[in-house]
DNA sequence: TTGAAAGCGCTAACAA
DNA sequence: TTGTTAGCGCTTTCAA
């Protein structure tokens, strides 16, 4: 493997000059310049990442630390975190925590280990590793679910008010006892979702009732469990909020096996409008929420940050968009 | 930032101790071992990564290069890869193609240049820049797809055979005029299919015609536009063998517009088990693909190379399996 | 505009 | 078993 010492003996300069020559200063030569090119193409000269970083202090790497790659409206993110990141020379690093605060704390570890310029994080629940990262002075940005402490910056959405509407839209429609399968306690998305759903049921004078309320992980196994608890009560929901996308299969899984139909029986919205969302009969009510837009602005923020880190926190919260399909549609108003 | 020094001179022992200690290495005093440990958790010391690399020559750090991220397919395949590499103290860095070979050259550089241990790929078509990490020395395995040369690693799936095994069901099944929609030429998977597609005619005495093929990007779009080509000819197809589940939201998307119910009158195979095929009407038939275990062979095999560059070149080629469902079945067949 | 030289933090060869 | 020391490849003063 060639080093920077084989370009400069090949250019016949020094390693300082071949050195300014490929990072692009001004204070070089321009007929140096261009031997040191060659030199360095004929060579297929590739500079060494980890001494460049070492030397620097710093990699021009970010790290995105997720909490499931299996899940499209992270991986919907994570395409905008790369594409504002790679525009400005930066790579990405995808982690996956698979919703652990273990699994999150050493990709924190492994982030501040390789130096890297900043770290891109959905939050895990209440461990409070991140304040490692504060402590160094590494950048950080929050996304979908926001730190424990106020102080630093967070793109969200109002999930709660977002909720809210796709359970006045489910009473709106007629239903009677609308239920609610969300996410794990301390996952803030999970809580503020439920509490949206209590909001609207509050706003219509309606009783909420942890009977209609069931929580899991936010996979299909755990929703297709609740759901069928749920069902298999003495007076079961007629319709049901749903936390998110792999939940809404799990529902809809437990809901052919009982044979009850979508959308007449039970009304239906869930969180995330997945490709598929149309295809099922009938098609899903859903919140879509701008999973590639949160993923460009915390790149931006993040990168804001890396740049000045004494700027003020910031926190930005996008709106989500009620779809409203059949699932949700009384039979009797159709 | 704490240095190795730092924690020396609060153990009051030399560097060499420390990085002993701190690596598990068995010649140290158990006494002096557990107060570099104690002076390295007070200082809160971690190690600097690239400092360590730049040392070592070699990070323990795989980069995994796909096609697509959002593609569930190849999630699940880094899932794969992921566990297997996590086993053994490597990290994963996720890179994104996006079916791309001057971003897959990219990536390939950005990894050179990191010195990672590894490169796992689906090479996105016939660009050769992967000579580049053999002429290097670093270790790599090819997924899903081949290499152009035959002398590498890599870990198939025999989408051809199951191509047409897909065909003969579809046959069997009373189908008159099966057509096919595959991904972009030169991708060796949507090669496959075709070829498999077409065996699987010819292995029923059925003439095969372009009329009935289109090709596509491996997205819903594409699929969607061929769709509609297909089915607005005098004679459309009957039945459909669709490439990858991604296309198969775009042909179903498709066939809803028209009002045309699949399975009935457009008999259905896709590619991929994806968790929402059997929540469409009628459920979708598939291929379903063996994604996470592709991921777990090609890790272990990548491990095995690293550790023996010299060990002869394997291709692992997994089966598929046709899960035969509802959007397949001919209706004077039900 | 260029070169010499120091040094980033770590590990490993060698010496004690 | 421990310490001393060289050096991985690069960037960046500092001096010329």
Same sequence: chains 1, 2.
Avoid at 141 to 170: G, I, N, W
Avoid at 190 to 216: I, N
Avoid at 236 to 248: E, F, W
Avoid at 306 to 334: C, F, H, K, Y
């Amino acid at each position: 493997m060639p080093t920077i010492s084989d370009v400069a003996a090949r250019a016949g300069v020094s390693t300082a000059t071949v050195s300014r020559a490929l990072n692009g200063k001004a204070t070089v030569d321009p007929d140096l310049a261009a031997r040191v090119r060659t030199a360095a193409t004929e060579l297929g000269y590739q500079p060494n990442g980890p001494a460049r970083a070492l030397r620097r202090q710093e990699a021009a790497v970010v790290a995105l630390i997720i909490s499931d790659v299996e899940n499209p409206f992270f991986t919907a993110l994570a395409r905008g975190v790369e594409d504002v990141a790679h525009e400005v020379g930066y790579s990405v690093v995808l982690c996956n925590s698979d919703e652990n605060a273990d699994k999150e704390n050493r990709y924190i570890d492994i982030a501040i280990q390789e130096r890297v310029a900043g770290v891109i994080l959905s939050p895990s629940g209440t461990a409070t590793s991140v304040a490692k990262l504060a402590n160094r002075g590494t950048a950080y940005v929050a996304v979908d679910r926001p730190l424990p402490e106020q102080d630093s910056d967070a793109v969200l959405v109002d999930t709660r008010q977002a909720a809210k509407q796709a359970t006045a839209h489910l009473i709106a429609q007629g239903y009677e006892r609308i239920g609610c399968i969300t996410g794990p306690a301390g996952v803030r998305t999970a809580d503020d979702r439920l509490a949206g759903y209590r909001d609207g049921l509050k706003a219509a004078k309606r009783r909420s009732t942890t009977r209609l309320v069931r929580r899991s992980e936010y996979k299909a196994a755990g929703a297709h469990r609740a759901a069928l608890e749920l069902l298999s009560q003495a007076e079961p929901p007629d319709a049901l909020l749903i936390a998110n996308s792999a939940m809404a299969v799990g529902v809809l899984q437990a809901l052919q096996e009982r044979g009850i139909r979508a959308g007449r029986e039970v009304g239906l919205v869930a969180f995330d409008d997945a490709p598929w969302a149309e295809l099922v009969d009938p098609p899903l009510s859903v919140v879509a929420q701008p999973a590639y837009e949160i993923g460009t602005v915390a790149a931006r923020l993040l990168l804001a940050r890396i740049a000045d880190n004494s700027r003020p926190p910031t926190t930005t919260t996008l709106g989500a968009r009620l779809i409203e399909r059949a699932s949700s549609v009384q039979l009797d108003r159709r």
